[in-house]
């Protein structure tokens, strides 16, 4: 589920990217510089594939401590990312649609399609690489890490279609709620690789265990449940009294400085 969600809402980003670009293009009786938006879109899509491959497989290749210090980090920087999108998507959207034309726009000027391309594959290259680290964060470590793969392709699938619907008619869509319910979602996924960070951390001797285990869940340990409640809320069968801590320490002030955020850009919209 947290694969399906990250890579639904960072597809979905791109996509729109993707879409604002080729509806410019068509509007401005440019079609020629379509093609080159598509190959800006593909080597973004190939650079972003290969980093990621690059990065998991030396994670994977990691043992014991600097293992778990890697994986510490990566969940840390995700996090930290996940939290940047979110509050960015939320004070930029009303301006990308602008400045994706203004770029795309300067580039037919000087006459040069590559650099059409290179609007489409900087912009589009961005979302993949924090795609990738985002899939690699909740699925290194994991024991469903096969599951999470999937639900990327579920969700990377998912993003094209609802790219394509706003390329052919966006007004049917009301992609303000999707990106508040998917952020507010995000926020849940990032507060537990936050305390997946504190995990690996304390693993690895750099943080102090002062109460091993704040409780012990026993149908959270094992089977579906146990993964898609750690993997999706961070929450554990048997965490440790500061990864809990952690955990709300995040999550609260975010997630109500997110709310209040959202609500007041939706109050705007509608006045």
């Known amino acids: 589920m947290s694969g399906f969600l990250v890579m639904l809402r960072e597809g979905v980003e791109a996509a ?19 093609r080159w938006v598509w190959y800006g879109t593909a080597m973004a899509a190939l650079a972003s594939l290969v980093a990621g491959v690059l990065i998991f497989r030396t994670i994977g290749s990691l043992e014991g401590r600097a293992e778990q210090i890697s994986e510490g980090s990566v969940a840390l920087l995700a996090a930290a990312l996940l939290t940047w999108m979110i509050f960015w998507m939320g004070s930029h959207a009303r301006s990308i649609k602008t400045q994706l034309e203004g770029e795309a726009n300067a580039a037919l000027v000087s006459g040069g399609m590559f650099g059409l391309a290179a609007v489409a594959f900087i912009a589009v290259a961005r979302e993949g690489l924090e795609s990738a680290l985002f899939m690699i964060s909740v699925a290194v470590g994991s024991s469903s890490e096969t599951a999470q793969f999937v639900g990327g392709l579920l969700g990377l699938a998912g993003a094209l279609t609802v790219g394509y619907l706003v390329y052919r008619g ?6 303000r709620l999707f990106f508040r319910v998917t952020g507010v979602l995000i926020v849940v996924v990032a507060a537990g690789l936050v305390g997946k960070a504190v995990h690996e951390f304390q693993e690895a001797g750099l943080l102090p265990v002062i109460i091993e285990h704040a409780w012990t869940i026993g149908f959270l340990g094992s089977g579906q449940l146990g993964a898609f409640t750690e993997t999706l809320f961070g ?9 809990v801590a952690v955990y709300w320490i995040y999550l609260v002030p975010v997630m109500v400085e997110f709310l209040r955020r959202t609500s007041r850009t939706s109050v705007a919209a509608a006045t």
């Open 16 to 34: 729109l990217i993707v879409a604002i670009l080729l509806a410019f293009l068509v509007r401005s009786d440019q079609r020629a510089g379509v």
């Open 170 to 175: 966006g007004r049917r869509i009301d992609l």
């Open 235 to 243: 929450i554990s069968a048997d965490p440790s009294a500061m990864t």
